[in-house]
């Protein structure tokens, strides 16, 4: 077989829609940049062609234990193909494994945990005669008459999902060899994962197309479930995720290009703007504050509110351990925002919970009587451990709690996926289907040749792909549900649906208006959805 190819290939509604386009660059630091480092990947030319792996092209995210050490198995460096095509063993019987330090400028093969692909050399003998009775090829004179000399086991299903994959991997189908990959993985065929991940090594790229560019990070997270290391390398990549103000110029950039974000954000204060009209006192609870950057085109629509501003106080939690956290923390985001709201001549108080906020109590909250309430649920509820992780089930507890305030109105913003409860292969699928959407989206918006299109992908999404794909159980944190499910979990406590106006939805529709005509706003059941083209992707309600 050949080397496989490369794939190239109102005054407050006006206000709020007015003060995204004007107000978020000059709020927003500068953007910065970060080198990314590519490595080029040689193949070898001969009559013998053997598969080794060499630099990773895509050169994604260190793929490093806390030690820095890994067992990193070579078992695909022991099969070679002859001229003719035929597989051949070069270390049947002898062990695999191998003690390696990784740094960003160190090779590294595919690493898997345990000693060997198989202990049984006479059923790895097996499995190299399945695959060498596969890849003589098409010709159909040929395969005819190896299907005799098949074992009994290989059903003609298996036979047809081998010629499947060896066609996809010269014709550069991708999606089909990723799929492929993953299914191995959950069959425990790990054989024919190590084989299609040194295959896919060669197909995938953080420069190339969407779907090449999704594959890198794909292809991480398939390595590190492999491995059993997707904790550790999960909780590595957010030690070394970028200082606050780079990270924030990279999300500024992705708020730019794709309208995920500012539908989520404008839809939710269009919702409390809406239920505080009347108000004079106004208390919003947001449980994951971030940089605060969603409450600036609120502050400014309360500025220009008939009869005046009301009192505004924000109590914004966040987790201290956060990349946001760390560029100065909550304090840094409460002088932000005074200092927005004295431009506009809003009274203004700001209170800091540093905390994270599946460990939110009431005590944490700083509520005061004579305050109406406004919680805000934006990208965070999917964060919690709910019945299927602990029983504790943080998830439901703080809807309950929230209830328990009697707050006017909450928000809720979701990404419309279904990847809490999935075993992992129906999770896999779920997730290339949902952010090969994004990555189109961000295509038709953001220049290939964009200088920061790396690092804005990598730092802002590729760490939840991994930890969606490589992860398990509580160090599994991007848990995301689709909207029907959250409707449960609000009705059960006590909530009931608090339609958005005409005039927010309007809104929101123009400002869709101004991205890719592929983007899609639909209303349905007291809630507003964003699609690219047929894929839902981010979901966004109110309740009472």
């Known amino acids: 077989m050949q080397a496989s190819q490369r794939l190239r290939r109102s005054a407050m509604s006006d206000t709020l829609y007015q003060s995204v386009q004007e107000t978020e660059a000059s709020y927003l630091p500068q953007f910065q940049m970060l080198d990314t480092q590519m490595t080029s990947i040689n193949r070898t030319q001969g009559g013998n062609h053997s598969i080794q792996t060499y630099s990773d092209r895509y050169c994604t995210m260190e793929s490093s234990?806390?030690?820095?050490?890994?067992?990193?198995?070579?078992?695909?460096?022991?099969?070679?193909?002859?001229?003719?095509?035929?597989?051949?063993?070069?270390?049947?019987?002898?062990?695999?494994?191998?003690?390696?330090?990784?740094?960003?400028?160190?090779?590294?093969?595919?690493?898997?945990?345990g000693s060997c692909i198989t202990d049984d050399v006479n059923d790895f003998r097996h499995k190299l005669k399945e695959l060498e009775t596969v890849m003589l090829g098409p010709n159909s004179d040929v395969l005819d008459s190896c299907d005799n000399s098949l074992p009994s086991c290989m059903t003609s299903p298996?036979?047809?999902c081998w010629r499947q994959m060896m066609e996809a991997i010269p014709r550069g189908d991708l999606k089909h060899v990723l799929i492929e990959c993953a299914k191995a993985e959950s069959d425990g065929d790990l054989l024919t994962a190590q084989w299609l991940i040194s295959e896919l090594r060669q197909m995938v790229s953080v420069s190339g197309e969407p779907i090449q560019r999704l594959g890198a990070y794909i292809l991480e997270g398939l390595v590190a479930r492999l491995a059993a290391s997707g904790s550790s390398i999960y909780k590595s990549l957010r030690?070394?995720?970028?200082?606050?103000?780079?990270?924030?110029?990279?999300?500024?950039?992705?708020?730019?290009?794709?309208?995920?974000?500012?539908?989520?954000?404008?839809?939710?204060?269009?919702?409390?703007?809406?239920?505080?009209?009347?108000?004079?006192?106004?208390?919003?609870?947001?449980?994951?504050?971030?940089?605060?950057?969603?409450?600036?085109?609120?502050?400014?629509?309360?500025?220009?509110?008939?009869?005046?501003?009301?009192h505004i106080r924000i109590t914004g939690i966040d987790d201290s351990k956060s990349a946001y956290a760390r560029g100065g923390g909550l304090n840094i985001?409460?002088?932000?925002?005074?200092?927005?709201?004295?431009?506009?001549?809003?009274?203004?108080?700001?209170?800091?919970?540093?905390?994270?906020?599946?460990?939110?109590?009431?005590?944490?909250?700083?509520?005061?009587?004579?305050?109406?309430?406004?919680v805000n649920f934006a990208f965070v509820l999917h964060h919690m451990p709910d019945e299927s992780v602990s029983t504790e089930n943080h998830r439901d507890r703080l809807i309950r709690l929230v209830k328990s305030l009697n707050p006017k109105v909450v928000t809720l913003v979701e990404q419309e996926s279904n990847t809490n409860t999935?075993?992992?292969?129906?999770?896999?699928?779920?997730?290339?289907?949902?952010?090969?959407?994004?990555?189109?989206?961000?295509?038709?918006?953001?220049?290939?040749?964009?200088?920061?299109r790396i690092n804005v992908e990598q730092h802002c999404l590729a760490k939840d792909i991994v930890n969606i794909i490589a992860c398990e159980g509580i160090e599994r944190v991007e848990r995301h549900e689709l909207l029907g499910k959250w409707k449960s979990r609000f009705r059960m406590a006590g909530f009931s649906p608090y339609p958005l106006s005409s005039l927010v939805n309007s809104t929101i529709k123009a400002l869709v208006e101004n991205y890719c005509d592929k983007y899609r706003?639909?209303?349905?059941?007291?809630?507003l959805y964003l699609a690219w083209m047929n894929r839902d992707l981010v979901a966004s309600c109110a309740w009472k």
Request: with cysteine; glycine share 6%; net charge negative.
């Open 422 to 452: 999935a075993a992992f292969f129906p999770r896999f699928l779920e997730t290339l289907d949902y952010y090969t959407a994004m990555f189109e989206s961000i295509d038709a918006t953001l220049s290939r040749a964009h200088k920061e």
């Open 158 to 160: 298996e036979i047809d």
């Open 65 to 113: 234990s806390p030690t820095g050490e890994y067992a990193v198995q070579n078992s695909i460096s022991a099969v070679s193909f002859t001229p003719n095509g035929s597989l051949i063993s070069h270390q049947e019987s002898q062990s695999c494994l191998s003690d390696v330090h990784y740094s960003p400028d160190t090779n590294y093969n595919s690493p898997v945990s």
């Open 333 to 374: 985001v409460g002088k932000r925002l005074s200092k927005l709201a004295e431009s506009f001549k809003v009274p203004f108080e700001f209170h800091a919970a540093a905390i994270s906020a599946s460990d939110v109590q009431l005590q944490n909250l700083g509520i005061r009587p004579g305050e109406a309430l406004a």
């Open 239 to 310: 030690c070394k995720e970028p200082a606050s103000f780079e990270l924030l110029s990279y999300m500024h950039i992705l708020h730019e290009v794709c309208p995920y974000f500012k539908f989520g954000y404008m839809s939710a204060n269009g919702a409390i703007a809406e239920a505080m009209k009347d108000e004079q006192r106004v208390h919003i609870i947001d449980f994951q504050i971030s940089q605060g950057s969603q409450w600036v085109t609120l502050i400014q629509a309360f500025a220009a509110r008939p009869g005046g501003p009301p």
């Open 521 to 527: 706003l639909e209303e349905r059941d007291g809630a």
